[in-house]
């Protein structure tokens, strides 16, 4: 007959026996929901992919965010002002530009199917893509019109279209604004 000690149990096999079954079940399972889960779970976009969607499932978020039937799609390269920020007008009257770019945003829209190629997804899992609505390149002309700044490092062919909407002060370019990433700090 062994003794035991008092503070040292003695080992079980059975116990040693159940621990590495449980693990290795628990291995198996993550390894097999890594493979089976699909890439674009909890709504994040997938890197490459088009997507269309008619005219009655389109909803303007803001000058630069549009949703197409249930998934959300932020517009590539482009920084629109937040609805409720205030900028000043030629005669340095307050408005919300924020609501006057997705105004605009609208007005390009104007009741069309929406085609958009997503090219990646931003910080919080949006898709960014580029869209057309009937033609009309919605990224450049929000730029082209002054509503929205380009960025430069994501998209580097609008930057000349910004130069030209703020030498004819077109949109935002006609009076004061803070750019929209220093207003949202």
Not at 64 to 90: F, K, N, V
Not at 97 to 117: D, K, Y
Request: net charge positive; aromatic share 4%; charged share 25%.
């Amino acid at each position: 007959m062994r003794q035991r000690r008092i503070f040292k149990p003695a080992r079980s096999e059975s116990r040693l026996g159940r621990a590495a079954l449980v693990g290795i079940a628990a291995l198996a399972g993550a390894v097999l929901a890594g493979i089976g889960l699909p890439s674009d779970l909890m709504g994040s976009a997938p890197r490459n992919a088009d997507w269309h969607s008619p005219a009655s499932e389109i909803r303007i978020l803001d000058g630069d965010t549009l949703r197409l039937g249930e998934r959300t799609l932020r517009l590539h390269g482009i920084a629109a002002p937040e609805r409720g920020q205030s900028c000043t007008d030629a005669s340095g009257r307050l408005y919300d530009c924020g609501t006057a770019a997705a105004a605009e945003l609208a007005r390009l829209v104007q009741e069309r199917a929406v085609e958009c190629r997503v090219q990646g997804r931003d910080r919080f899992g949006r898709a960014l893509g580029l869209c057309q609505a009937g033609g009309a390149e919605l990224n450049a002309s929000m730029v082209a019109n002054g509503w929205a700044l380009a960025d430069a490092d994501s998209l580097p062919a609008l930057v000349p279209l910004e130069a030209e909407a703020r030498a004819a002060q077109r949109g935002l370019w006609a009076g004061g604004f803070e750019p929209p990433a220093h207003w949202r700090r």
